[in-house]
């Protein structure tokens, strides 16, 4: 899709069990498993699907209290991060979603902290079957979340969406400079109607067709893009664009520039500022490519837009050089 009604699109999702996180605690999942509640999946319905407790649902769903107080369960992030967004989604709850939740952070070393907690999100009213986006107005680098629903009830998913922000002071060396894990992300592209811009720089080969970015088939003049941020502004030394499991629908060709841009909101896919770093360049089906001597000299960059020529899939990007430790986004 070329656009998104997800307002935090441009961030990193902090929940998601690929980066290692976790839902270590819940005072009561009697109806639904507390793990369910940050499936990478999209919520579903199957209309006549019961378990031994009743109606199955897919997300986490406490008993009905009787007693006073209310339900809570904790997330711990796979990596430490700062969150700008989350969404509460009640997809499929209807009679049985909480009429409010709010949430709190802490940085701890346990699997369920005992606090201080701080509050990220006072409580909110819910809808049910709906999302409930909410901006965090906070730049702190936290280790859990705990999600409270008042006093019970059903949660589809909880999105958190947010930044890593590493720690570059003993980096020597090159390194993947737009790794996930290093604080890279993608923040825009022209389309991801078949794969999430957001597959290009986790860790590892992708395992499928469906983990990477792919965009529809273009039927008009152009070609798709897509906008990187490096977690570091540095010297881009060595590049793998990775087509894996993509065979039928790899892009014919591919080319880089970058920049250097002050602020990440100034770095637009449409921006003068652009400056080639690899002509277009011939890819292949299902395969890694490397590129070193055709790549430009443009010194420290902060942000990457690769195009493909004219639509397709790319399974990774890897962007290996030196921070430039003088420089600062």
Known sequence: MAASSNPFREWIQLEQPRLGSQVTYATDDFFAAKERLIDAKDPVFVDDKYDDHGKWMDGWESRRKRTPGHDHCVIKLGVPGVVHGVDIDTSFFTGNYPPQASIEACVSEDDVPAGPWTELLEKTDLQGDAHHYAEIESDAVWTHLRLNIFPDGGIARLRVFGEIRPDFSAVTGRIDLVALENGGRAIECSDEHYGSMHNLNVAGRGV????????????????DWVVLALGHPGKIEKVEVDTAHFKGNYPDRVSLEAAMFGSGDKAKHDSKA?????????????????????????????????????????????????IAPDYKI
């Open 274 to 322: 652009w400056q080639q770093l690899l002509p277009e360049s011939k890819l292949e089906m299902d395969k890694q490519h490397y590129f070193e001597d055709e790549l430009k000299d443009l010194g420290p960059v902060s942000h990457v837009r690769m195009s493909i020529y004219p639509d397709g899939g790319v399974s990774r990007l890897r962007l290996h050089g030196h």
């Open 208 to 223: 499928n067709m469906g983990d990477g970015w792919e965009t529809a088939r273009r039927r008009g003049p152009g070609n």
